[in-house]
Nanobody
């Protein structure tokens, strides 16, 4: 079982930026697609972004397209989510997930077995 660790969350004003990181203990992200999901209070977990196993493809939810960027940091063996122009509705706990040889396009959180503890992002007005 892989252990995923999300970090980088915090409190930021609307319009600001924040960078999240997803790291894994044990195996690396080589040959794995990596995804970011989020869950706001009272809402279901939803897809945010995904990067394919070979980093050739990225996918984004319409709500974050143009504002968020997912990327791999091979040196740090992590996958980052750079968030800018943050909005109040971006407030949520953010989680990462992995998929072996995945395309980066899996948007159903139900297909993933391993989740980290998440990192809280709070956007204030």
């Amino acid at each position: 079982q892989v252990q995923l660790v999300e970090s980088g969350g915090g409190l930021v004003q609307a319009g600001g930026s924040l960078s999240l990181s997803c790291a894994t203990s044990g195996r690396s992200f080589i040959n794995y697609a990596v995804y970011w999901f989020r869950q706001a209070p009272g809402k279901e977990r939803e897809f945010v972004a995904g990067i394919s196993w070979n980093s050739m493809t990225t996918n984004y939810a319409d709500s974050v397209k143009g504002r968020f960027t997912i990327s791999r940091d091979n040196d740090k063996k992590a996958v980052n989510l750079q968030m800018s122009s943050l909005k109040l509705e971006d407030t949520a706990v953010y989680y990462c997930a992995t998929e072996r040889l995945g395309s980066g396009g899996s948007r159903d959180p139900g297909v993933f077995d391993d989740w980290g503890q998440g990192t809280q992002v709070t956007v204030s007005s």
